[in-house]
């Protein structure tokens, strides 16, 4: 949008520098003022019913008042064939790349078919070059605005991809760190009164009890030591993982698997971690 009204700045600007006249002795500053406020209008209306997505039916409309104020400058391949390229402009922001291919070839049959019956038509193979040469150009223009409005389509697409998934991870580290709080506190608290329940048992009357049941008690205090490591194994893989990421945050954002040798140096001189620690135990 801004880039149009630029276009209608300079153009407004070109015909006031150099006062020319059309149809009827019509001034072109006059036209161009007339095109800037259609524009302006319907620019207003687009920004009013459709935010979200631009009126098609707004690039359905540019093209007839572009033909008919380039008809009424009278002057084959005068500064009013720019008003082609906006319409063009206007299709490719609203319609669809197969829309606008369309919308663009429909601006260049309305060039082609108006020029030979403008007042100042020279009916020479020269003005015949020109017009093939303004006609190219009009549809090499579209083609180019189709491209890079399917490639900004893309590259939008792309990134909202990627926010999403960044969203997905934010969610899941939350509950990851949900589920770690909820371990350390609704399992790790209660089972350390259980282990110490067991643990009393065991030794206050362990020695009155018949060995089956001292076997079962025996068993169910190993079962609670290993439930125990397990929980322990796991809020401390969380707290390694934290560490590192905030090692590779601090590095640049470099890959886990990178960092984790810097982070293993630093950690040298802590007690080695068994890998089976880190392996998931079976309750027996």
């Known amino acids: 949008m801004l880039l ?3 276009t209608l700045a300079a153009l407004l600007a070109i015909v006031v520098m150099q006062p020319a006249v059309g149809y009827r002795r019509l001034p072109m500053r006059a036209l161009v003022a007339l095109f800037a406020g259609y524009s302006l209008v319907v620019d207003l209306l687009s920004l009013r019913v459709a935010r979200s997505r631009p009126l098609v039916a707004t690039a359905v409309l540019t093209l007839p008042a572009a033909a008919g104020l ?6 084959p391949g005068g500064v009013l064939f720019v008003l082609f390229f906006l319409a063009v402009d206007y299709a ?3 319609m669809s790349p197969r829309g606008t291919l369309l919308y663009v070839a429909a601006a260049v049959l309305c060039a082609a078919a108006i020029d030979p019956l403008l007042p100042r038509w020279g009916h020479t193979m020269a003005d015949v070059r020109l017009l093939a040469a303004r006609l190219v150009i009009l549809a090499l223009v579209g083609a180019g605005m189709v491209i890079l409005t399917r490639r900004l389509g893309l ?5 909202r991809i990627t926010r999403d998934e960044a969203e997905r991870l934010e969610a899941l580290d939350c509950l990851r760190a949900d589920f770690v709080a ?3 506190h609704d ?8 282990r110490a329940g067991l643990g009393m048992l065991e030794t206050g009357i362990g020695e009155r009890l018949p060995p089956e049941e001292r076997q079962l008690l ?3 205090r190993l079962n609670v030591e290993r439930l125990r490591r397990l929980i322990d194994d796991l809020l401390a893989y969380n707290q390694l993982e934290a560490g590192a990421v905030r090692r590779c945050s601090r590095t640049g954002g470099k890959s886990l698997s990178s960092c984790a040798p810097v982070y293993l140096s630093e950690c040298s001189a802590c007690k080695p971690i068994s890998p089976s620690h880190l392996m998931p135990r079976m309750l027996t």
């Open 218 to 220: 025996s068993d169910a």
């Open 155 to 159: 590259e939008h697409e792309a990134s």
């Open 70 to 75: 380039y008809a009424l400058g009278a002057e």
């Open 92 to 94: 490719a922001a609203s």
């Open 4 to 6: 149009r009204w630029i």
């Open 187 to 194: 399992l790790r608290t209660p089972l350390t009164a259980v």
């Open 182 to 184: 909820s371990v350390s």
